[in-house]
Nanobody, 115 residues
Framework: QVQLVESGGGLVQAGGSLRLSCAAS????????MGWHRQAPGKQRELVAA???????TYADSVKGRFNISRDNAKNTVYLQMNSLKPEDTAVYYC?????????WGQGTQVTVSS
């Protein structure tokens, strides 16, 4: 069974940076796609960034040029470096592991960006 534990959220001023981490248990991390999603109050959960097992990355248009997703297979960890944060980035951020046909989710970490 896979467990995902996020960390690194918090309160930051607009223009600041945060780095989120997601540590995965189990043995399938290196062959799985990983993603970061977020959900703001009253809104649907949306994909922020994803990285394949081979290292190919994709980003939501709203975060391109500001966020960077990376992975360290030796540590079973995926990261989301968030720069130039905006108040509209405020949300609960969730880590996701996708290994067809299964999806696993972390418990989420709150990111709050003050103006």
């Amino acid at each position: 069974q896979v467990q995902l534990v996020e960390s690194g959220g918090g309160l930051v001023q607009a223009g600041g940076s945060l780095r989120l981490s997601c540590a995965a248990s189990g043995s399938i991390f290196s062959i799985s796609a990983m993603g970061w999603h977020r959900q703001a109050p009253g809104k649907q959960r949306e994909l922020v960034a994803a990285i394949t097992s081979g290292g190919t990355t994709t980003y939501a248009d709203s975060v391109k040029g500001r966020f960077n997703i990376s992975r360290d297979n030796a540590k079973n960890t995926v990261y989301l470096q968030m720069n130039s944060l905006k108040p509209e980035d405020t949300a609960v951020y969730y880590c996701n592991l996708h290994f067809f046909p299964s999806n696993y989710w972390g418990q989420g970490t709150q990111v709050t960006v003050s103006s």
